[in-house]
């Protein structure tokens, strides 16, 4: 069974996906942070984003993987915890570049379908719905309006000391242009698949959302 869940940044696909993820027993994984890593190893081994050979064998020799802790999900590239750098003010401001590449979309497509195959799960990201599981069982899409996605993500980064808690506007502004960066790309652009199911989570609590989900799964499967 897959689950996808789309829609833009700080929306909360995050913490319902872990959620339902949780309660349906099922594997989550959050594909978002594949591509923040991979903005990471580039960023890190000085390559351009205009270099197609060098991010072409960057990527051929790529070993990215998932890691279970009790801290959570982390996420390992090239033997390398990059878990706590994928978040940081660089890696939000360039990850739309990359994930705008298409040799590096079509890699990423073709490693989220392999870790899907084996295992009932719940993908989070842009374009799971529309591009890398149009026959989804389940699709949502998740949105909220901008300034609740931009309060959330000013707590999350007001914890994590990137920011202080008077930065609202900017953390707004940098959603707004990685949003439109993200909706207006040539290859598997933001976009609603036709058939999700969209949640605004603007004025519902997590748990109201993870039991939406929940309950839309387990109805169906019912009937199966
Ligand atoms: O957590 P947040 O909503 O801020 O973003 P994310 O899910 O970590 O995704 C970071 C970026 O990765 C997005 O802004 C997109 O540019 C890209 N992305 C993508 O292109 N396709 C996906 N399936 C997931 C993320």
Redesign the pocket.
């Known amino acids: 069974m897959i689950v996808a869940i789309?829609?833009?940044?700080?929306?909360g696909?995050?913490t319902a996906a872990i959620g339902v993820a949780k309660a349906l027993n099922i594997t989550h994984f959050?594909?978002?942070?594949?591509?923040?890593a991979v903005t990471h190893g580039l960023i890190s081994n000085q390559i351009s984003f205009k270099d197609t050979k060098s991010i072409k064998d960057f990527l051929e020799s790529l070993k990215l993987r998932f890691s279970n802790s009790k801290k959570g999900t982390g996420l390992i590239l090239n033997d390398n915890n990059v878990t706590d750098f994928i978040?940081s003010n660089t890696i939000?401001e360039n990850?739309?570049e990359?994930?705008?590449i298409k040799i590096v979309?079509d890699f990423?497509v073709k490693i989220?379908r392999q870790m899907a195959s084996d295992t009932d799960c719940i993908l989070?990201?842009?374009?799971?719905g529309t591009v890398?599981f149009p026959n989804a069982d389940f699709k949502f899409f998740m949105t909220a309006d901008e300034k609740s996605r931009a309060e959330r993500?000013l707590i999350e980064l007001v914890r994590s000391g990137d920011r202080n808690a008077s930065e609202l506007d900017s953390v707004l502004d940098d959603?707004k242009v990685?949003?439109h960066?993200?909706s207006t790309r040539n290859h598997?652009p933001?976009i609603k698949a036709k058939d999700a199911l969209v949640i605004d989570t603007t004025y519902l609590t997590i748990n109201e959302v993870i039991d939406k989900i929940v309950n839309t799964v387990n109805q169906k499967r019912t009937l199966y």
Do not use: H
């Not at 789309?6 to 929306?11: C, I, L, M, N, V």
């Not at 989070?124 to 799971?128: A, P």
């Open positions: 789309d829609g833009p940044a700080a929306s696909k995050s959050d594909t978002g942070s594949m591509y923040r978040r939000s990850v739309s990359v994930s705008a979309r990423m989220q989070e990201g842009r374009d799971i890398v993500r959603l990685r949003d960066k993200d598997a933001l």
